[in-house]
């Protein structure tokens, strides 16, 4: 059975302190999902996403805080910016852009965590692995 | 016509207020139709010249040069609108620049220009507008070109012709207009074939980044995809320069080219203006401009900004759009 | 020499892969010629002036991995399949040789050696100059190479066909040649008269080791350096430029790859202590000059540049090689 890789980029205090919240409540969800803290969804650059495909991601999450709640103020607001104009230019040139994702995801919200990241990996496991990106010289 | 554009231009020269230091300008190349752009001094008006292959965007010179005295800067309408671009970024100062707007019909491509002309290059003497023609003149002998089979794609659907703020402006105001139109027919393809003709399109580019090097709004000296300008100093440890982030290194493959061009363009949004430097430079004629166009399109459509606007797009942040 | 009737070009590319080679050839690809491997001779065209990248990826591929590692290290030893290379111009021949002379004598590189033994060249002589070449004034001919297995020359409904090696002689017996009658030599030489008047371009090589030994330091360059945007499109194009960079793509699983680079990147020269003794555009574009008609002249004697013009062409900014070489003021206060 193809396991996927799933990458995500969960910012320090609302969707980092939901998984953890998640753990710590014993909700399981797939350990396919790799974190990557960052201090704020912001803070991910679109040539971050880039690269995990590249590296052979087969999804790539982007988790913040709701918009209104950012630690930082409008952090957020520029992440959704970001993944926007990522998204479109991805569905412009043929890529399947059901592999990247954007999840407001609150502290509090462990179980909603868990939810979403166990039905994004099942997606993925159906899509298949990601070939189109992913580095050929090797 | 060009003739009489040139005319005026100089005669603009010649009225430049005393503190200007530089011109900025086309001078004709030596062995063949090119116009290529020259730093001049106010007493070298006579080098001046100008004809519909008059395509480079001078903005890229005139960031540099505008810190060290006032240019003058004879510029088209896509080339205006760099300048307000760099200057909404605050990198160019407006006083530090005087502007002499050319009202644009359009450049020709160089390249259908070289198929279709029937001279040898080195034998042209010049290329003129005259209407819906262009002129070609060698030898004595003369060939009529209709312009709607020499101009640069890009300019069909070019949306300011005319330099909307500029000191002086040469020849008169034309109508832009907003058209998508071969980005919509792009979009009807299905999504494997749109990969197919990005990869077939991304198989042919060398990494050479002249598209970067040329690019105005490409001005950053460490650029995530492949640094051209590290900041290193002798203080810099060993860890640090081993653990610089890079996206990608040189290897050069369909799939990697894209992540560099996808890379470029999202860096873009909002700023481009259209010029078409970038696919004039490439080596190996890849269509970059529809890259550029198809993010403008979402700028313009789904975020509903205009160029206009004082902010930068990207500073932009009341108005997000449920997607 | 020998005459074929018909399209000595295409028959020989068919014989070839029917023989198991594995060839290059020029493709047409929109509005431009490239070389590319072919698997049938429907894929190729022969009439181009000259393809627009240069064919040195034959020899010198834009990526080569030299090894991989991960749990262990594997070498990946240079590939030596037998390889033929169909329509290349004399100029891109010369270009070649002088590669050969860089990765074959002083030192030997494995990995172009391997490549370089075994291929088996079939040159296209030039009908016409192109309108940024310039061979003739770098000592080369459009209609002669020494380097070429096979030489051919287009006279129309027949190819005149000059065998110059023991490998070109094996393949050419597999065709149906016959011997060149007097005619068809004049043609061949009233052909060659023509081409050579046809040049538009030259560059002035009088007294070149003087004029530049002593140009060295003269703000000459600073000023032919104004334009240029150090983007390497004419280093990536260019049949004879070789640097390349060596580095490790993948953190603990990877390759290490050897690509291209350019010296006109501004940080190809960038040491380990930060130090760049190009630092300047105007350091490196001089560079670039002086690696084509200086060192090599005084090292090798024959100049680095083979005169197909294609830096010209590609340039954004319009900086012209000839005009610059011709130019180089000949007294130069210091």
């Known amino acids: ?138 | 016509m060009n003739s009489e554009i040139l005319e005026k231009i100089k005669e603009e020269c010649r009225k430049l207020p005393d503190d200007v230091s530089y011109i900025v300008g086309f001078v004709r190349k030596q062995g063949e139709p090119r116009e290529i752009l020259r730093v001049l001094r106010p007493g070298e008006i006579d080098r001046l010249s100008y004809s519909p292959l008059s395509s480079s965007n001078p903005s890229r010179i005139v960031m540099d040069l505008a810190k060290s005295g006032k240019v003058a800067v004879i510029a088209k309408g896509c080339d205006v609108r760099t300048l307000k671009q760099l200057e909404k970024e605050e990198k160019i100062k407006r006083e530090r620049v005087y502007i002499i707007g050319v009202s644009c019909p359009g450049v020709i491509d160089y390249r259908k220009f070289r198929n279709a002309v029937k001279f040898r290059l080195s034998e042209i003497e010049s290329v003129e507008l005259v209407g819906d023609d262009v002129i070609v003149k060698a030898n004595g002998n003369e060939q009529r070109i209709p312009f709607n089979e020499l101009i640069f794609e890009n300019c069909l659907y070019c949306e300011q012709p005319t330099p909307k703020d500029c000191d002086v402006l040469i020849g008169e105001p034309r109508e832009g207009r907003t058209d998508f139109s071969d980005i919509e027919e792009f979009e009807k393809l299905d999504r494997e074939e749109r990969w197919k003709y990005w990869m077939d399109v991304f198989s042919k580019c060398i990494r050479c980044h002249a598209c970067r090097e040329v690019c105005p709004i490409c001005y950053c000296e460490e650029c995530l995809v492949d640094p051209s300008n590290l900041a290193v100093s002798p203080m810099t440890p060993a860890e640090e320069k081993a653990a610089y982030p890079r996206v990608l290194g040189k290897t050069v493959s369909a799939s990697d080219n894209m992540v560099y061009h996808l890379m470029r363009v999202l860096h873009h949004a909002g700023r481009c203006a259209g010029c078409g430097e970038c696919e004039r430079a490439c080596p190996m004629e890849l269509p970059l401009l529809k890259l550029e166009r198809k993010l403008k399109k979402v700028v313009y459509e789904v975020f509903n900004y205009s160029p206009d606007e004082e902010i930068p797009f990207l500073s932009k942040l009341d108005i997000l759009p449920e997607v | 020499m020998k005459v074929y009737n018909g399209n000595f070009l295409k028959d020989v590319v068919a014989k070839l892969l029917e023989d198991g080679y594995r060839v290059y050839a020029p493709v047409r690809e929109k509005n431009y010629h490239v070389f590319k491997i072919v698997e049938s001779v429907d894929e190729v065209s022969f009439d181009y002036v000259n393809t627009k990248k240069s064919p040195k990826d034959v020899t010198f591929p834009q990526n080569e991995v030299l090894i991989k590692y991960g749990d262990w290290v594997e070498e990946i030893p240079a590939r030596v399949d037998k390889t033929a290379i169909v329509g290349i111009r004399p100029c891109d021949i010369q270009g070649l040789k002088l590669m050969d002379s860089v990765f074959l004598e002083d030192i030997t590189d494995p990995y172009y050696e391997a490549k370089r033994k075994n291929l088996l060249v079939v040159g296209y002589a030039c009908n016409e100059a192109g309108d940024y070449c310039f061979c003739t004034s770098v000592g080369l001919s459009p209609f002669r190479s020494d380097y070429a297995d096979i030489l051919v020359t287009d006279l129309g409904e027949k190819q005149v066909v000059e065998i110059l090696s023991e490998k070109g002689k094996i393949i050419a017996s597999e065709l149906n040649l016959s011997d060149a009658s007097e005619e068809d030599i004049s043609r061949k030489r009233e052909l060659e008269r023509k081409v050579l008047s046809s040049f538009v371009r030259s560059v002035n090589t009088e007294n070149l080791k003087e004029r530049m030994a002593q140009a060295f330091n003269s703000d000459y360059w600073k000023e032919v350096a104004m334009n240029c945007v150090s983007c390497g499109a004419c280093t990536y194009l260019c049949p004879t430029c070789f640097c390349f960079d060596i580095f490790d793509d993948g953190e603990l699983k990877g390759v290490r790859v050897r690509t291209w680079d350019s010296c006109q990147f501004p940080l190809h020269t960038l040491e380990s202590s930060s130090h760049n003794p190009r630092r300047e555009k105007w350091q490196r574009l001089r560079n670039r000059f002086y690696d084509k008609f200086y060192y090599m002249l005084v090292r090798k004697g024959e100049f680095y540049c083979v005169g197909c013009g294609r830096c010209i062409a590609a340039c954004p900014v319009g900086i012209d090689i000839a005009d610059v070489i011709s130019n180089i003021p000949s007294e130069v206060k210091q």
């Open chain 1, 1 to 138: 059975m193809f396991d996927p890789k799933i990458i995500t980029f969960a910012c320090n205090w609302c969707s980092y302190a939901g998984a953890d919240l998640a753990g710590t409540s014993r909700l399981k969800y797939p350990d396919n999902v790799r974190i990557i803290r960052v201090m704020c969804s912001g803070m991910v650059n679109p040539g971050w996403v880039l690269r995990a495909f590249r590296q052979g991601a087969d999804g790539v999450v982007i988790a913040g805080c709701h918009p209104g709640d950012c630690h930082y103020t409008v952090g957020n607001y520029y992440a959704k910016k970001r993944y926007i104009l990522l998204k479109e230019l991805m569905k412009f040139v043929g890529f399947d852009d059901e592999r990247f994702k954007l999840l407001w995801a609150s502290a509090s919200e462990g179980k909603l965590f868990a939810e979403e990241m166990t039905a994004f990996t099942e997606k993925i496991r159906e899509m298949g692995p990601q070939e189109k990106l992913r580095r050929k010289i090797e």
